[in-house]
């Protein structure tokens, strides 16, 4: 609906008139509208400057009309707090130098208006302090209503074993390019998927080293920073033996387990075996929600202790010791955020009321059903050349035994650095201001 910018002047906001900020037919039909049951709020449209939102402020907070149907209102006190201009907020560093327990609670502006840069606010202030805010960045962070999707977990693709078919794969010569196009085409398909493999990969411990440092610094470990391992209990783990491992999340050992796990078999003679399973835990969880919800619950509440023992110098469990649930959620979404589960280093279910054990053990094996089903096992034969690297929050691996001589090199990115990369990466290659640096008003702060 087209305004003329006449209807929406703003005028001083005085205590009398505070409940009134504007006039015309515009304010009558948008309060009409803010009185209105809110129906789910459409995303609001591009704002032009000939088409400014409604302001209006109302005792505590400022109401931004966006349409006739679509009002957001904002706290005074959290748009104070958020005011980003150089006394509030250092442009370099993207810290908040504003002292936000010096606001007083009641803060009311001594005026506010529309303007084609966004919403300008002036509190009141031995000196003046004026407040922009890009409309935007309003639009983006409105919490009454949220008028965006919050970032979610909506471009997540779940697969099970028919992804052989087409896996993720990019070149060595993609992933090590200067221009990083192809660093952000790898971490795009992690995380879609999960996984992502590199092919073409020189067979060496340093190609691959180099390969991993594409992503961010290597987590080290009690493992040591890039693994070069083979089946000699070099280190007090299975992994160092000839042993099957079944599906498992690596590290629920630790409070914060790896981000992504990279593999990359260097060699394997004279014998058989050895393959690698891929198994994605988000794919297997949506199945269990959907066919056995309360087993979904009961892992999605149930702590599970684990330790990593296996060494005399070490005893490795997590924060707190009780451990963490095998299904882990988003506390503001919901979203399953992460899949923690080793059968082979769970510790002693200890704290368990009497009537959850059968139950708990009733809904591991309904899990361990689904995981190991046809339908959910990726099996690959890895070897020198072909890398994989696996989101260790969400895809399952293991192997199968072996005999001979198998030599496996890799390293663990920690999650962070890998999403600070992907956030990177995304900030270059599919923002449009990204030329002019990141903004105090980036999404990401
Ligand atoms: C990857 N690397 C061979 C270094 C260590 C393997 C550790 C496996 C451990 N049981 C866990 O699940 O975390
Ligand atoms: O040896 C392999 O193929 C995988 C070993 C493993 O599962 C691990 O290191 O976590």
Not at 9 to 29: C, D, K, N
Not at 159 to 185: F, H, N, V
Request: a negative charge; proline letters at 7%.
């Amino acid at each position: 609906m087209r305004r003329s910018s006449a209807s929406l002047r703003a005028f001083p906001i005085s205590p009398v008139s505070r409940s009134t900020a504007y006039r015309g037919l515009a304010t009558h039909s948008a309060r009409a509208a803010a009185a209105a049951v809110q129906t789910k709020p459409t995303p609001p449209t591009e704002v032009t400057s000939d088409d400014l939102p409604v302001v209006s402020v109302a005792g505590r907070k400022i109401a931004v009309g966006w349409d006739s149907r679509t009002w957001s209102r904002f706290h005074n006190l959290w748009l104070r707090d958020h005011c980003r201009c150089s006394a509030c907020y250092h442009s370099i560093t993207k810290q908040r130098l504003l002292n936000t327990f010096e606001i007083p609670p009641d803060i009311t502006p001594t005026h506010a208006e529309p303007t084609p840069d966004g919403l300008k606010v002036s509190w009141p202030s031995s000196e003046p302090h004026v407040s922009l805010y890009p409309w935007s960045w309003l639009q983006q962070h409105s919490y009454d209503p949220p008028l965006h999707q919050r970032e979610s977990q909506l471009d997540k693709i779940t697969w099970g074993s028919k992804i052989q078919s087409s896996s993720p794969t990019i070149t060595y010569e993609e992933a090590m390019a200067a221009d990083d196009r192809g660093l952000y085409k790898w971490l795009s398909h992690v995380d879609h998927f999960g996984i992502c493999f590199i092919s073409g990969v020189p067979p060496t411990p340093e190609a691959t080293e180099e390969l991993s440092k594409r992503i961010g610094f290597i987590r080290e470990t009690q493992y040591g920073k890039f693994w070069d391992f083979t089946s000699d209990l070099a280190k007090g783990d299975t992994a160092y033996t000839t042993l099957a491992l079944d599906a498992h999340t690596d590290n629920t050992y630790f409070t914060d387990p790896c981000g992504l796990q990279l593999f990359h078999l260097l060699s394997h003679t004279e014998g058989t075996g050895g393959s690698t399973l891929l198994v994605d835990g988000f794919y297997v969880a949506s199945i269990l929600k959907e066919l056995h919800p309360d087993a979904y619950s009961i892992l999605a509440r149930t702590p599970v202790p684990a330790h990593a023992a296996g060494e005399e110098s070490e005893i490795y469990k997590p924060y707190p010791p009780s451990g963490y649930p095998v299904l882990n959620h988003d506390p503001v979404t919901g979203e399953l955020t992460q899949v923690r589960w080793n059968n082979s280093d769970r510790s002693t279910m200890k704290n368990m009321d009497p009537y959850q054990v059968e139950e708990w053990y009733d809904a591991i094996r309904i899990w361990n059903k689904l995981l190991t089903s046809a339908d959910s096992e990726y099996w690959v034969q890895l070897g020198p050349g072909t890398a994989v690297i696996v989101h260790n929050h969400r895809v399952l691996h293991g192997r199968s035994a072996f005999t001979g001589k198998r030599r496996m090199c890799g390293a663990y990115i920690g999650v962070d650095e890998y999403r600070s990369k992907l956030a990177v990466l995304r900030e270059r290659f599919s923002s449009d201001t990204a030329e002019a640096g990141r903004s105090v008003w980036s999404p990401s702060l």
